[in-house]
């Protein structure tokens, strides 16, 4: 049974053409590479917006990717194409990926993906899930996060920073507020 949606109008068009203006083919097809190098299962990896909702909508190739990061993320994948089945895989997928650290600025909302609403931030969680990767030693997507760089300093390098007056601090040499005047009546 296929998605059934009222066409938008007005305001509510504007509005998705402009979602749907961020969507990056390039990145989509990135990404769908990525999880076809994981799981083996999208059959086509092509970035149009019509072909990476039809491999993803029903939510089964993400809980398998979900499942070839870490086995056991998604207890059972539901197959059928009902819609709360398929909802239902899709907020799986999307508990695993916060789980696996995805802050939930980088998700989407079920309804995202299942009613084509917004699919640039499916491709963004998809992305972003790709950088954590290189904890899970699987191969990634985008630019490798950066490490912790924790730093440590003696009670003397502290101190000799405090006395240091730095630029940024900006400098005044010469200027005043002469002839600024705050208050005065308008002369006509």
Not at 10 to 26: C, L, T
Not at 147 to 155: A, G, I, L
Request: proline share 3%.
């Amino acid at each position: 049974m296929a998605n059934v949606r009222a066409t938008k109008s007005g305001f509510a068009a504007e509005a998705q053409r402009k979602i749907n203006s961020k969507y990056d083919p390039g990145l989509a097809q990135e990404a769908l590479e990525w999880v076809n190098k994981l799981t083996s299962k999208v059959p086509n990896t092509s970035g149009d917006q019509e072909n990476f909702y039809e491999v993803l909508k029903d939510g089964v190739i993400l809980c398998e990717l979900a499942n070839a990061i870490e086995a056991g993320s998604v207890k059972k994948i539901q197959q059928s194409k009902m819609a709360f089945k398929c909802m239902e895989n899709i907020n799986m997928f999307l508990e695993a990926a916060r789980k696996f650290g995805v802050p939930a600025e980088e998700t989407f909302q079920t309804v995202d993906l299942w009613e084509k609403q917004n699919l640039s931030s499916v491709v963004n969680c998809l992305h972003s899930l790709g950088r954590k990767m290189g904890k899970y030693g699987k191969p990634g997507i985008g630019p490798k996060e950066a490490d912790k760089n924790v730093r440590e300093f003696t009670d003397e390098q502290l101190k000799a920073g405090q006395s240091v007056i730095s630029l940024q601090y900006g400098s005044n040499k010469g200027a005043n507020q002469s002839g600024v005047n705050f208050g005065n009546s308008r002369h006509m």
